[in-house]
């Protein structure tokens, strides 16, 4: 997290610590946006819904991360994406009104604060929507390697990450089916391209 600011002002502001089990529904796109959630444990999805109404997968957020912050700052009524619990979770839940507050509470703090909101929003789907003209088995290293540089490690030049999210999740961020994400997997086991061993993932991308 050094890249962000090392005291957010939204983390002195007045919560309550709420916690949702694997597979609930944090909120919904489209509902009412009525808090900020910053995750303190557990992992969390962010889906949207497209015009096709096919639902995709755009981030996978994880300790650290805020939940639907940008959407206030950008003046939004509405949560613009439905956040599903993928773990156990926990998290700080500030309401609407105080992160408003504190937002506008300083003109020079305004600019900084959005600039970093903007950043942690967008910076994995930024790098995600590069991958959409590359083939199947280049999509699928560099979406692995986004998610191992949150979740990941690693060592002597080798890119190490337990996955933390189904392999069906995985394939709705990448844009492919179930099918074939396992099939593209074993070709690339085969060509020891990546090794992959009780959900841990290894391979030399960088």
Known sequence: ME???????YETLPHNLV??????TIFMEGLSLSSVYRVKEGLVKVNRMHPSG???????LGPGDYLALLAVLQGKKEYIATAVAITDVTAVQITFDNVVTAYQS?????????HCAVTRSTMFQDKLFQTTNIDTEEKILATLQLLANKFGLIQDGIVEMKLPITKTVLASIIGIRRETLSRKLSEMQQKKIIQIHEN?????RL
Do not use: P, R
């Not at 300083?106 to 959005?114: D, R």
């Not at 841990?200 to 030399?204: G, L, N, P, S």
């Open 106 to 114: 300083n003109s020079v703090f305004q600019a900084t604060c959005l």
């Open 3 to 9: 890249k962000y600011c090392k005291h957010c002002i």
């Open 200 to 204: 841990i993932y290894k391979f030399d």
């Open 19 to 24: 916690t949702f089990s694997s597979q609930e």
């Open 54 to 60: 096919d639902e995709k997968t755009f981030d996978i």
